[in-house]
């Protein structure tokens, strides 16, 4: 049978060891399904319940993969259902490639069904390459340049294959004028910067007598490098969001996530430092950096357009995380004064100490401090976690602590809902050998996870280790979204759009044949994380939990507390008071008072 389009496309991500396509079928991609059917369904077409969830997968699967994620969809609706999670992959840097159908070339410029200037579309979420195959010659040239622009540029990038070309017998380009031949080899590279500005990044570090580290995603690459740079210079060493599983917890120096979700000696390291290294990170909010003027400062970052950005920076290293490192290492001093590690390393404690205490205070009816803080000691030294966007990611960040070859993500930048169930889906698929779990607020449930169900339902027979637990905080409200109106506005918590149905989660992953158990009480919860990652498939584990428990930002003072205590309580003065003590006695002492003092006396914890 003569070769068609579609069969050699398919053929030419077989080439690039594209192992799965994450997409939902239409008519607008028919030639590609029924090439699929030819090639024995390689490479394998997953099935998404929407075609947003399929670009979730495709992130996911990047994420935890390190290769390109490849995600297909028909013309017009389709297409445009994709665009939430490829922005998801441009924010967070990640290489995806999107396979678009297209209505036919004879119907285009006609207002035809389904017809939608595609182009257009995508120019700003696929802006480093984005073409329409409009005749055969085109391939393989277009595809190539799409995956490895996508590797390239850590970017997604989308290729626009109308539905008469993808039918259409396929004959490569010739050695002629204007035919653009493609290759298929794509050898490793490393950029590093020079020895001069190595040097003078050196002179900055060795000078430091506070040295704090901040790591993302960019460094995870670099976790022995960065341990031992921290080694060397006594710093501590924090982690944005995205870079959570850069490094692991159990060193003594690293105090965990910062930022509003982050950690009180992640707030501490960063307020009190005089010397700053970024490695891997464009951390967006520079009021949890050190003060301007208090603190020198070297950036390490392998994309020349994000590098010098959020800090003012004296030396910006263009280089890969790893090989720069490599290069500076042997022109650092070992700090021998330890005093600034040994107060890093007692502030991680304290703070250790104040959320063990703040995940046992009693709750109406469970802590969903408490559920995170007991799935950590429970946790494979192997699994992948995922968070969504809401008051759930504050305990993620704050309760699991990284270890062994644990990994994590969630939707750091877009910071998008309804990403942790696709996103440990496309997991399972990089990893099927590893557990992988997601961790949902009931909002994002209902706004597609559940949908998802049905998805890891299907493919649980196709992961050598089936397990994908989905915990979920049931507390029947949009709760980050309330406590940020609560916080910021001075606002109660509005009740039309903030109250969400209670939905048992648990039922219906039941009636899918998963595991299903639902937790209405505290002594419930560590059984019920242990019986979920002991089953033998997906299971849905979900917690009622209270939603009045604070997301407190770790440089949070009484003045802020009383005025949330005061919005959620509005218009019932008589129990302001009350308020007020019960929100400072969840905080115990990791708050500063008004004066910057702690309110047990203890010193600034």
């Known amino acids: 049978m003569t070769e068609k389009v579609a069969d050699h496309i398919l053929a030419r991500l077989r080439e690039w060891d594209v192992a799965h396509v994450f997409g939902y079928p239409g008519d607008g991609i028919n030639g590609l399904l029924a090439a699929w059917g030819r090639a024995g369904d390689e490479p394998r077409f997953v099935q998404a319940r929407h075609e947003e969830m399929a670009a979730f997968q495709a992130v996911g699967y990047a994420k935890f993969s390190?290769?390109?994620?490849?995600?297909?969809?028909?013309?017009?609706?389709?297409?445009?259902?994709?665009?939430?999670?490829?922005?998801?992959?441009?924010?967070?840097?990640?290489?995806?490639?999107?396979?678009?159908?297209?209505?036919?070339?004879?119907?285009?410029?006609?207002?035809?069904?389904?017809?939608?200037?595609?182009?257009?579309?995508?120019?700003?979420?696929?802006?480093?390459?984005?073409?329409?195959?409009?005749?055969?010659?085109?391939?393989?040239?277009?595809?190539?340049?799409?995956?490895?622009?996508?590797?390239?540029?850590?970017?997604?990038?989308?290729?626009?294959?109308?539905?008469?070309?993808?039918?259409?017998?396929?004959?490569?380009?010739?050695?002629?004028?204007?035919?653009v031949p493609s290759s298929l080899?794509?050898?490793?590279?490393?950029?590093?910067?020079?020895?001069?500005?190595?040097?003078?990044?050196?002179?900055?570090?060795?000078?430091?007598?506070?040295?704090?580290?901040?790591?993302?995603?960019?460094?995870?690459?670099?976790?022995?490098?960065?341990?031992?740079?921290?080694?060397?210079?006594?710093?501590?060493?924090?982690?944005?969001?995205?870079?959570?599983?850069?490094?692991?917890?159990?060193?003594?120096?690293?105090?965990?996530?910062?930022?509003?979700?982050?950690?009180?000696?992640?707030?501490?390291?960063?307020?009190?430092?005089?010397?700053?290294?970024?490695?891997?990170?464009?951390?967006?909010?520079s009021q949890f950096?050190?003060?301007?003027?208090?603190?020198?400062?070297?950036?390490?970052?392998?994309?020349?357009?994000?590098?010098?950005?959020?800090?003012?920076?004296?030396?910006?290293l263009v280089g890969d995380a790893r090989a720069t490192l490599r290069r500076l290492l042997p022109l650092l001093r070992?700090?021998?004064?330890?005093d600034w590690y040994d107060e890093t390393c007692a502030a991680v404690e304290r703070w250790r100490e104040v959320m063990r205490r703040r995940a046992q205070l009693s709750a109406?009816?469970?802590?969903?401090?408490?559920?995170?803080?007991?799935?950590?000691?429970?946790?494979?030294?192997?699994?992948?976690?995922?968070?969504?966007?809401?008051?759930?990611?504050?305990?993620?960040?704050?309760?699991?602590?990284?270890?062994?070859?644990?990994?994590?993500?969630?939707?750091?930048?877009?910071?998008?809902m309804g990403c942790a169930v696709p996103y440990a889906i496309g997991a399972k698929f990089a990893q099927p050998d590893r557990p992988a779990i997601a961790l949902v607020g009931d909002g994002a449930m209902q706004m597609n996870g559940m949908a998802e169900l049905i998805t890891a339902a299907k493919y649980r027979d196709a992961w050598d280790d089936p397990r994908l637990v989905v915990g979920v905080w049931n507390n029947q409200d949009l709760n980050q979204v309330t406590w940020e109106m609560r916080a910021m506005g001075g606002a109660p918590q509005f009740l039309p759009s903030q109250s969400v149905p209670d939905v048992s989660y648990a039922a219906f992953a039941a009636s899918l044949g998963l595991t299903g158990i639902r937790v209405e009480k505290p002594d419930g919860v560590e059984p019920a994380w242990r019986e979920a990652l002991a089953a033998e498939g997906p299971a849905v584990v979900e917690f009622l939990t209270d939603p009045s428990v604070p997301p407190i930002p770790p440089h949070a003072t009484w003045e802020q507390l009383e005025a949330t205590a005061a919005s959620l309580l509005k218009g019932d003065p008589d129990r302001v008071d009350?308020?007020?003590?019960?929100?400072?006695?969840?905080?115990?002492?990791?708050?500063?008072?008004?004066?910057?003092?702690?309110?047990?006396?203890?010193?600034?914890?």
């Open 364 to 416: 109406d009816p469970i802590n969903p401090e408490y559920v995170a803080h007991s799935l950590d000691p429970l946790l494979p030294d192997n699994a992948i976690l995922t968070a969504d966007s809401g008051s759930a990611t504050n305990w993620y960040a704050r309760h699991i602590r990284f270890r062994g070859t644990m990994r994590g993500s969630l939707s750091g930048t877009l910071a998008t």
């Open 185 to 285: 080899d794509r050898s490793g590279w490393e950029s590093v910067p020079s020895q001069e500005s190595l040097e003078r990044a050196a002179e900055i570090l060795n000078a430091g007598d506070k040295v704090a580290v901040l790591v993302g995603q960019g460094a995870a690459g670099a976790r022995a490098e960065v341990a031992e740079v921290a080694d060397l210079l006594g710093a501590g060493v924090a982690k944005a969001l995205l870079g959570m599983d850069v490094l692991s917890d159990e060193l003594p120096g690293v105090t965990g996530p910062v930022g509003l979700l982050g950690s009180r000696p992640s707030y501490e390291l960063m307020r009190d430092c005089d010397t700053l290294l970024t490695v891997g990170s464009s951390f967006p909010y």
């Open 289 to 316: 950096l050190p003060g301007f003027g208090k603190a020198r400062a070297v950036q390490i970052d392998i994309d020349p357009h994000m590098i010098g950005m959020r800090y003012p920076y004296e030396v910006n």
């Open 66 to 179: 390190g290769r390109a994620g490849v995600c297909v969809a028909t013309s017009g609706p389709g297409a445009i259902h994709l665009l939430n999670g490829l922005y998801d992959a441009k924010l967070d840097h990640v290489p995806v490639v999107a396979i678009v159908g297209q209505t036919h070339r004879s119907a285009m410029g006609g207002s035809y069904q389904q017809e939608v200037d595609l182009h257009t579309l995508f120019k700003d979420v696929a802006s480093d390459f984005v073409e329409t195959v409009t005749v055969p010659e085109q391939l393989p040239n277009v595809l190539d340049r799409a995956v490895r622009t996508a590797y390239a540029r850590r970017a997604p990038t989308a290729v626009i294959i109308p539905g008469d070309v993808q039918e259409l017998d396929y004959s490569p380009p010739g050695h002629a004028f204007k035919m």
């Open 578 to 605: 009350v308020a007020i003590q019960g929100l400072k006695a969840k905080a115990q002492e990791f708050l500063p008072g008004p004066s910057g003092e702690s309110p047990t006396g203890g010193g600034d914890s």
């Open 334 to 338: 070992r700090n021998t004064a330890r």
